[in-house]
């Protein structure tokens, strides 16, 4: 059974960091967690993601420079998130699924949490 609770985010200023975590059960060596966020009145878009290796990562390109996604020994998927600008924020929710930036490969999802990135 895979299970994913997102947790962080929260209320953020411009220029400002702030760290989401992913804790993560069931996922194998052969599957691939992903960040992804969703903004009022946009579709879900694609963030981060990690190989559950750790071997390989990929970012989107409004993010690459400023986040970091990585995972630790105790399963969480975190991502760190510096320089956030007001269109970071969303909805982010971490997903398990295949090595890809298309929301649709991906099969189980978090709750979500928000960020909200503020001046």
């Known amino acids: 059974q895979v299970q994913l609770t997102e947790s962080g985010g929260g209320f953020v200023q411009v220029g400002g960091s702030t760290r989401l975590s992913c804790a993560a059960s069931g996922v194998t060596f052969s599957d691939t967690v992903g960040w992804f966020r969703q903004a009022p009145g946009k579709d879900r878009e694609f963030v981060a993601a990690?190989?559950?290796?750790?071997?390989?990562t990929d970012y989107a390109d409004s993010v690459k420079g400023r986040f970091t996604i990585s995972r630790d020994i105790k399963n969480s998927v975190d991502l760190q998130m510096n320089s956030l600008k007001a269109e970071d924020t969303g909805v982010y929710y971490c997903?398990?699924?295949?090595?890809?930036?298309?929301?649709?490969?991906?099969?189980?999802w978090g709750q979500g949490t928000q960020v909200t990135v503020s001046s």
């Open positions: 997903a398990r699924g295949a090595y890809s930036r298309a929301p649709e490969n991906y099969d189980y």
């Open positions: 990690i190989s559950w290796t750790g071997v390989m």
